[in-house]
C-alpha cells in the first residue's frame, strides 16, 4: 500500500464525522422549506397567519 494510506482513512473517517454533526442555522433550514413548499405546492395562497404564531408567520413571509 502507498505511504499515507492509513492516514488517507483516518482524515476521510474525521471527514464524515464532520459532516453528520453539521447542522444549519434555522434560516437556512426555513429557507429550504420554503424553496421546497414554491416547488411542490405554488405560490402561497393562504392568509397570512396570525400574531401569535411566529414560525407559521416567518414560514408565510418566506414562501411569498
Do not use: H, N
Request: hydrophobic fraction near 30%.
Amino acid at each position: 500500500s502507498p505511504p499515507g494510506g492509513e492516514l488517507d482513512q483516518v482524515a476521510g473517517e474525521d471527514a464524515g464525522k464532520t459532516w453528520r454533526s453539521y447542522r444549519p442555522s434555522y434560516e437556512v433550514m426555513l429557507r429550504f422549506y420554503s424553496l421546497y413548499k414554491q416547488a411542490v405546492c405554488g405560490p402561497c395562497t393562504v392568509p397570512r397567519p396570525g400574531f401569535w404564531d411566529p414560525v407559521g408567520r416567518y414560514k408565510w413571509w418566506v414562501c411569498i
